[in-house]
């Protein structure tokens, strides 16, 4: 199993990015999938999830309106665009698949999102 993480880096505060997540190694219809961040002085959080068929999505209040999930069940993969971002969104952000109604989960590594002018 693997989730791999692509496109975080160094970004203007009020820039944007977009965030890749790769699964292989598990059918990932079957997966809830959602986008954590952590820093080193907090908890992780969850900040987005997607159900398996993409239609329902949840975002933490914190980003509403400026983060978007979505996922592509024929590529395997999960995206996460962050619009208008802020210093406070740096963190490393994680991709989880959890299966549905079970206690399943997997992580990727994470990749590191830095606002900073």
């Known amino acids: 199993v693997q989730l791999v993480e692509s496109g975080g880096g160094l970004v203007q505060p009020g820039g944007s990015l977009r965030l890749s997540c790769a699964a292989s190694g598990f059918t990932f219809s079957s997966y809830v999938m959602n986008w954590y961040r952590q820093t080193p002085d907090e908890e992780r959080e969850l900040v987005a999830g997607?159900?398996?068929?993409?239609?329902?999505?949840n975002y933490a209040d914190s980003v509403k309106g400026r983060f978007s999930i979505s996922r592509d069940n024929a590529k395997n993969t999960v995206y996460l665009q962050i619009d208008s971002l802020k210093p406070e969104d740096t963190a490393v952000y994680y991709c989880?698949?959890?299966?549905?109604?079970?206690?399943?989960?997997?992580w990727g590594q994470g990749t590191q999102v830095t606002v900073s002018s």
């Open positions: 989880n698949a959890r299966r549905a109604y079970t206690k399943v989960t997997y």
């Open positions: 997607i159900n398996t068929a993409g239609v329902i999505t």
